[in-house]
């Protein structure tokens, strides 16, 4: 900063960012030169503690709100955002309830507040992050809490890519691949990133939202309270006290090798001890293994050794102990990366987030005022890559049923890691009883096992607004998308008519999860399916077939509507294996057929699939399919004729599709009718399995 003498004259529009922490709080802004920086308070301190006092009647940000915490008043809420957005958290204050996003809403009308009284301007757009691990209902509670304060929230930006950012307009190789290890005071996220000279892009991330520097402080409180277990209950009684004076003691120990702890219980003779560094070490080494195991697991998701990586690059205040910084380069054989401060860094990079959304809008009003217009001077100083991608760090999903009907399942849509912003759209079959009130409902999860007791639930979204047209059986496709701020959206359009129809959301009733521990109530309108792909992988289908293959297994999922529908896949060559059981998780469903390789079953034709085909329909519920896929002759054609009439007999129905050298009259033969023998091109195969798919589903819906 350039001093508080004076307001900084500059007409250039202004937006900040805001690094809105567990514990501290920091907000920056491009300066005149082009170079994020922070903005610092009215003590002159580049951090505000993320605490709220109404100890004095009116509400208190900062180290203010943080001394009444450590004398133990009554009236202070601090690590709210560990709560946002959980309806829940409803924290007494002044008289009244607060939520935790009304709290952090103080915390950023009070930062916004420094920012102008520094720059001598309003301050009314921000960009604010959150951590990468955040949930669509914190994320949308973090927006929320801004346009409480008064701020227009363009962007919200995770953590780690904010911090990968900031460093990234640091000069250095055109291509580095970072781990960026953000160890906050209640969070911790671990993302690779990719800083190439024009994008910045997030390839993976984990985390784990419960684990922070208070973790540590948590260690470090066990500590004391055995050095005094007399005063154990009365400690107990004030932990707020006895929290401030730990964070210090902690705060101290990164810096000595002891440091001495005082503290007073109830007017009593103040308690001192000596803590040593090795014993709080010793006392938190579980943490930081938890952090590792985190952080191996980003590597193995991508297939990565430390060799890969360029670095890691600490973030957060507790990245600042040195028992987090040995452990890095224990990990990785290296010294952690430096460069950017870790307390810094999150605001800077948001700031520096800020100023490219602000070139954008420059650059797109210049477009609209025609070649003449004289091009805006750039924000942010020219080296900076000017293009952020993130990825999402939760699967989204909807409740489904499981593939025999008698069990609640949630069945992943979007799987994690993938790029934003990404859509994905799902058929359901669905009756309509002609009367004008029905609605579809779709609950919506976040999570990443197929266990319904394990999710987010973000919401029960009712699709309605049916055109008339009395009682009938419709297919409804619904669009999921997270969007740049890893909000969800969703839309649906009625298939036959193609009408878009309305999608609100409502509130979850109180018995979610629970009610998905039960099993589905059986409803004839929605009758379950199991589909199995049988792919022959013989060596002929090697390269483009193999890949083609893929492809049309891909688009076959993606027009099932996996709420009712399970899909499995066998292999099949010289022998047959069931690659997959029948599941309706898609995420599960697509790892499979990513999986499928030719020769895993031989490289011959000797066999067929239909044996394995009838043992695994056996036991599923309502209607059962096998599209058996062949590029070639199969030796034992009689045998497979055979074997194929069995299953028809069974009632499961076969469809063939053929390409390359398959024998058309053999198709028919195993298929379950003429129309289902199908022979194509390999270009045609993915329409064609789509085909299959739609008549799949909209056969559930034929009366
Ligand atoms: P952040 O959420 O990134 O602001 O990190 C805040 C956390 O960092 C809190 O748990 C602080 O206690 C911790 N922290 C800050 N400075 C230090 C330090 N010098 N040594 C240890 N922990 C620190």
């Known amino acids: 900063m350039t001093g508080r003498s004076g307001p900084v004259v500059d007409s250039r529009p202004l937006a900040v960012g805001i690094d809105l922490g567990t514990t501290y709080s920091a907000v920056a802004w491009v300066n005149p030169d082009g170079d994020p920086e922070i903005i610092p308070n009215a003590l002159g301190e580049p951090l505000t503690a993320s605490v709220v006092s109404f100890a004095a009647g009116r509400p208190i940000v900062g180290a203010e709100a943080k001394a009444d915490q450590a004398r133990g008043a009554s009236e202070v809420a601090y690590l709210f955002k560990r709560s946002m957005g959980n309806p829940s958290f409803q924290f007494p204050l002044g008289g009244e309830v607060w939520s935790a996003t009304r709290l952090s809403a103080l915390v950023l009308a009070h930062l916004k507040e420094q920012a102008e009284a520094a720059l001598g301007r309003p301050v009314t757009r921000a960009v604010v992050t959150v951590p990468e691990y955040f949930t669509h209902p914190e994320r949308a509670a973090t927006i929320e809490a801004g346009r409480l304060a008064g701020l227009d929230v363009r962007r919200i930006i995770s953590e780690p890519t904010s911090a990968a950012l900031a460093y990234g307009l640091r000069p250095g190789p055109r291509t580095r691949r970072v781990l960026v290890y953000d160890l906050g005071g209640g969070t911790f996220d671990v993302s690779l990133v990719e800083i190439g000279p024009d994008e910045i892009r997030v390839l ?50 990164s810096a000595r090798q002891s440091a001495e702890l005082r503290l007073v219980v109830d007017g009593r003779p103040p308690l001192s001890t000596r803590i040593d560094r090795k014993s709080f070490e010793g006392a938190s080494r579980d943490l930081l293994e938890q952090t590792g ?91 900076a890559p000017r293009r952020v991608s993130g990825v999402v760090a939760h699967s989204l999903g909807m409740i489904a049923e499981n593939s025999t009907g008698d069990r609640y399942v949630n069945s992943v849509l979007l799987p994690r890691n993938q790029r934003i912003p990404c859509t994905e759209t799902r058929p359901y079959q669905f009756e309509l009883d002609g009367g004008g009130e029905e609605l579809l409902e779709v609950y919506l999860t976040q999570g990443e096992t197929d266990d319904p007791s394990t999710c987010v639930y973000l919401g029960r979204y009712l699709v309605t607004r049916f055109p008339p047209g009395g009682r009938r059986k419709v297919i409804v496709d619904v669009a999921y998308a997270y969007d740049e701020n890893v909000l969800v959206g969703v839309t649906a359009t009625e298939r036959s008519s193609g009408a878009p129809l309305a999608v609100t959301v409502a509130e979850l009733p109180e018995d979610v999860p629970g009610r998905f521990l039960q099993p589905p109530v059986r409803s004839v309108a929605r009758e379950p399916m199991t589909v199995y792909l049988a792919f022959d992988l013989s060596g002929s289908m090697s390269g483009l077939p193999l890949n083609e293959a ?154």
């Open 550 to 703: 893929k492809r049309a297994a891909e688009t076959f999922v993606s027009q099932l509507d996996l709420t009712t529908t399970a899909v499995g896949l066998i292999a099949f060559s010289d022998r047959v294996r069931a690659e997959q059981q029948a599941t309706s998780n898609a995420a599960v469903i697509e790892r499979a057929i990513r999986g499928l390789v030719v020769g895993s079953t031989g490289y011959g034709n000797a066999t067929h699939p239909f044996d394995e085909l009838r043992q695994l329909l056996a036991g599923s519920a309502g209607r059962r399919f096998g599209v058996v896929l062949a590029d070639g002759v199969w030796s034992n054609q009689s045998r497979a004729v055979k074997q194929a009439q069995h299953c028809h007999r069974d009632g499961i129905d076969v469809v063939a599709v053929g390409f390359g050298g398959a024998d058309q009259g053999f198709l028919r033969r195993i298929a379950s009718s003429t129309e289902q023998a199908l022979f194509t091109d390999l270009g045609e195969l993915s329409s064609v399995f789509g085909t299959i798919a739609r008549e799949i589903t909209e056969g559930a819906t034929r009366p």
């Open 204 to 253: 993976c991330t984990d985390g784990n939202h419960e684990l922070g520097g208070r973790d540590w402080d948590d260690r470090l409180a066990g500590l004391v309270l055995r050095a005094f277990p007399a005063e154990a209950a009365a400690l107990e009684d004030e932990p707020g006290a006895l929290l401030v004076e730990v964070e210090r003691l902690k705060r101290t120990l």
């Open 293 to 383: 195991q985190l952080t191996g697991q980003v590597l193995d998701e991508l297939g990565l050794s430390w060799a890969d990586i360029h670095g890691i690059l600490p973030v957060g205040g507790s990245t600042r102990m040195p028992m987090v910084r040995d452990y890095l380069e224990e990990l990785s054989g290296r010294p952690p990366m430096g460069g950017v401060h870790p307390d810094h860094a999150v605001a800077l990079g948001a700031a520096a987030q800020a100023a490219i959304l602000l070139e954008e809008e420059s650059a797109a009003q210049l477009r609209l005022a025609g070649p003449s217009a004289v091009p805006a001077e750039p924000i942010l100083r020219l080296s």
